[in-house]
């Protein structure tokens, strides 16, 4: 799971918009990520972080 702190790993999440996906056995594509090997838990807890901020983010721009 530390390899969830590494830039090749948060970088996939660049570019992205909320409802990220998360995949283990294919390459991602789309609005999707690669979960890390070995550390599908730690995956898929960081993207649902990613996630739930993005969907803030997004209402707190709707209530400008």
Known sequence: ??????PAFLA???GLTAGIGL???RAPS???IQAITGATITS???????NQA???ADL???AR
């Open 60 to 62: 707190l721009q709707e």
């Open 30 to 32: 789309g609005n999707e």
């Open 1 to 6: 799971g530390s390899k969830a702190t590494e």
């Open 54 to 56: 993005l969907d803030a």
């Open 12 to 14: 996939q999440f660049e």
């Open 44 to 50: 898929q807890a960081v993207l649902n972080g990613v």
């Open 23 to 25: 995949v283990k056995n």
